[in-house]
């Protein structure tokens, strides 16, 4: 190939693509991604660094610890005293009471082996501060299978079971709860009416009557003591419940000892967190029975939220029980609920949470077994400022039990004591998964739940107690027309120093659409008014939307899990310049015919100018041979006259390209 044609077809290669590409590469269709796999995809991300926006971010994670240190950008930076944190990591309660007893820790919100109590209220520096958890163990269901699926079973279930033993054992200073309203008892007065509480059953304890409804339903005992159904099915069943929960692990053995005094034979499976925790028992209904928590709260509706709509979870109800009856009327649950969360009539809900506390206390879902009393252990060795732990019920003690550490510092006086701890270190012990993920979308093997409340900040504080908010990331908040709008506080950071932005706030959205987060039910679209200011089309107005579109938001970086959240949006219809346009319209096919019949043109006269060039470059070529020729002898040239040629040869066609016309 002479010198001609391959510098031509070098320009053409390259002009060629200069056009095509750009207009090529945004025209090619692919295949629009589903959201269970843009699901499976968010899942399966695995983040190298955990960047968040919390007044402390992470510094080291390792098998038995994280250390956390205060993020001096956080807004709250002149608001918490301490500069570090520590999480251990513990696996049973005994190791943690141990660490009491050491003053290892500054808190601890553990079951406490009794035994160990008086050895713990012997030492000055702790201190117990008995504050009602609005929660405790339960003992589920599986719905799917029989016998389990009959209420008259559950029933007989709960008037079996011996809270006041189950207590004295398990838990003490806790309060048993035979209403079975599904929420705390401690505060049904202040939801249910005098009609309604009237009406309920009480399950306390009554053996005799647990084996007359058994016995009514036909289910004799067999000669082993075990009941047998009229189809032959032996009342045979296995209770899972989580490795280390020393508490609730005695609760599932008092339950399976109890069980067998109206012929169930019940067999105690401890698991472990993780595997517990996952789609191969709890969270995938593969399991008989289980005892786990319940934890609504002060808000009942949140409880019903959560197991009726939001999450498909352990008790599978209503799923197979959609429809009940109540005084002969049939209701729908999932209507209920919805109803009961509509608008911001906090007196209107009332009315539907009476209705649901009598179908959750009649057809017993579950059976709510105690509400612990759990004692937030606090140690006045290195920490000063504690609220009165002699009165259980100071609120702040409340957001303790939440675990909202970030919260109790923030709104409460603690700090740290300048003799005993010039560090400024605060230490708690929790259980958390060693060598776990840094992806908070998946909780399954995340290393540490209770490690966001230090990292991530929620858009707004709920405080339970007064049902208001605080702001925290979000500086404030209102609605117009049907939109939530939501401002981002001024000088907000992510922990690598860049802006929190109304485009994080969206991605987060998207990114808790994936995972079926309750705001959805409230909100269809997120969207970017400014670079700090977010709006939600609100699709149903509820008391509920402020706590799950702001308590119940901690944001996420876009940098992180943007590429996934766009193609959520792509998906869903809702970005306005969609990630996979269609291809070329006629006009834009005749456009690229107009700029190939000038690049045509183009062409002929890059021909003309490399001919122009070609004679330039032989002229050369001759004055080098003369002086060549005339060049005195032995005069070494060769290499610096070739130099000489290539870069006049250079040079010229610089100026050829140079003055080439314009497209």
Not at 301 to 314: F, P
Not at 409 to 426: G, H, L
Request: net charge negative.
């Amino acid at each position: 190939m002479n010198f001609k044609n391959g510098l031509t077809y070098l320009l053409i290669a390259i002009f060629i693509a200069t056009i095509t590409i750009p207009i090529l590469s945004t025209k090619i269709k692919s295949k629009p991604q589903t959201l269970d796999e843009l699901r499976t995809k968010l899942l399966e991300l695995r983040p190298k660094e955990y960047i968040g926006s919390g007044p402390f971010k992470v510094v080291s994670i390792t098998e038995g610890e994280i250390l956390l240190e205060k993020f001096e950008d956080s807004p709250w930076a002149n608001d918490i005293q301490f500069e570090k944190v520590r999480i251990l990591s513990f696996t049973t309660n005994e190791i943690a009471t141990g660490w009491i007893l050491q003053d290892v820790v500054d808190i601890s919100q553990h079951w406490i082996p009794p035994p160990a109590w008086s050895e713990i209220e012997a030492k000055p520096n702790w201190h117990f501060a008995w504050g009602s958890t609005l929660r405790g163990p339960a003992l589920y269901f599986n719905h799917k299978i029989y016998p389990l699926s009959l209420k008259e079973v559950r029933q007989a279930i709960a008037y079996a079971l011996d809270r006041e033993a189950i207590i004295e054992i398990a838990s003490p200073k806790a309060s048993p709860t035979p209403l079975n309203i599904g929420f705390a008892e401690s505060i049904a007065s202040q939801w249910l009416t005098e009609e309604t509480l009237s009406k309920l059953t009480r399950y306390d304890y009554n053996v005799e009557k647990a084996n007359q409804i058994l016995d009514d339903l036909g289910f004799k005992k067999g000669d082993d003591g075990i009941r047998v159904t009229p189809n032959g099915t032996k009342l045979e069943f296995e209770i899972i419940v989580v490795y280390g929960w020393s508490d609730f692990v005695l609760v599932a053995e008092q339950v399976a000892e109890q069980l067998a005094a109206i012929g169930i034979k019940a067999t105690v499976k401890t698991i472990e967190s993780p595997y517990f925790h996952s789609d191969q028992y709890y969270f995938g209904g593969n399991y008989q029975m289980a005892i786990y928590g319940w934890w609504p709260g002060w808000n009942p509706l949140v409880h019903y939220i959560d197991k009726v709509i939001a999450m498909e979870d352990a008790t599978t109800f209503p799923h197979y029980m959609e429809v009940v009856e109540l005084d002969g009327k049939k209701y729908n649950i999932t209507e209920l609920v919805l109803k009961a969360s509509e608008g911001f009539d906090f007196e209107k809900s009332k009315q539907y949470v009476n209705i649901l506390a009598r179908i959750w206390n009649e057809y017993v879902p579950y059976v709510n077994i105690i509400e612990q009393r759990f004692p937030d252990l606090v140690n006045t060795l290195r920490v000063e400022g504690w609220p009165d732990w002699n009165n259980p019920d100071e609120p702040m003690w409340y957001e303790l039990h939440e675990y909202r550490f970030d919260e109790f510092m923030k709104y409460s006086k603690i700090r740290p004591k300048a003799d005993t701890n010039p560090d400024k270190v605060f230490v708690f012990d929790t259980s958390f998964s060693v060598g776990g993920h840094l992806n908070p979308y998946e909780s399954t093997g995340f290393v540490c739940g209770n490690m966001r409340n230090f990292v991530d900040s929620a858009l707004a504080n709920y405080i339970n107690f007064n049902n208001t908010y605080k702001p925290d990331l979000a500086e404030k908040w209102w609605t117009e027309g049907e939109y939530l709008y939501i401002k981002i506080r001024k000088g907000a950071k992510w922990h690598d120093g860049n802006p929190v932005t109304a485009k994080d706030l969206v991605s987060t959205y998207y990114l808790l659409y994936l995972t079926n987060h309750p705001v959805w039910q409230y909100i269809d679209k997120a969207e970017e008014v400014d670079e700090s200011t977010v709006r939600l089309h609100i699709k149903r107005p509820s008391q509920l939307l402020y706590f799950y579109a702001l308590d119940q938001v901690r944001p996420t970086p876009y940098k992180i899990y943007g590429e996934i959240s766009d193609a959520v949006m792509e998906v869903l219809g809702h970005k306005e310049k969609p990630i996979t346009p269609p291809g070329p319209t006629a006009e834009e096919v005749k456009a690229l015919s107009d700029k190939v019949s000038k690049l045509e043109g183009i062409i002929t006269q890059l021909q003309d100018k490399i001919s122009s060039l070609e004679a330039q470059i032989n002229t050369l070529q001759s004055k080098i041979a003369e002086i060549e020729a005339a060049k005195p002898s032995g005069m070494e040239t060769p290499m610096l006259i070739s130099a000489i040629s290539l870069l006049l040869a250079i040079v010229a066609l610089a100026v050829a390209l140079k003055k080439r016309p314009e497209e």
